[in-house]
């Protein structure tokens, strides 16, 4: 049976959409993914899709509350940003927390190329750091 993920940052726009996208790819035999945000931006910013588009994993995640996810039961949740780490609803304490921050590419400046490599590099760092500690948890 696979175990369930929450990914939670504040917009549910880009870190946390990306490491839904990636274990649902990389871990899918294993776990199951879902993401949400503590103040939703409504969008799943277009760099994500298209960073990770380049890596081969095609996204179709919408923008959603944490609310969505009130009477689901998950064995861990991630918070990817430190305003979402502080704000974790405590109702999402029943089951395994952990916070593996990343930089918000959303927050970029400079040119297009530039920006598209803070997002290239933050997927990256998801894939490697997320990825690596899923695998290391002890089976359920």
Not at 11 to 39: H, K, P, Y
Not at 59 to 82: I, Y
């Amino acid at each position: 049976m696979k175990r369930k993920v929450l990914f939670l940052c504040t917009g549910n726009s880009c870190r946390s959409q990306m490491a839904e996208a990636i274990v649902n790819f990389d871990l899918r035999n294993n776990w199951e993914a879902f993401s949400g945000g503590t103040r939703p931006a409504g969008f799943v910013h277009p760099l994500a899709l298209a960073a990770l588009a380049e890596a081969g994993i095609h996204h179709q995640g919408r923008s959603k509350s944490v609310d969505e996810f009130r009477q689901t039961e998950f064995d861990l949740v991630v918070t990817v940003c430190d305003s979402a780490a502080e704000e974790c609803p405590v109702w999402l304490g029943k089951g395994r927390r952990l916070h593996i921050g990343f930089t918000d590419p959303a927050r970029a400046t400079g040119t297009d190329a530039l920006v598209m490599e803070v997002f290239r590099s933050v997927r990256d760092d998801i894939r490697r750091r997320v990825v690596t500690a899923l695998e290391a948890l002890p089976a359920a």
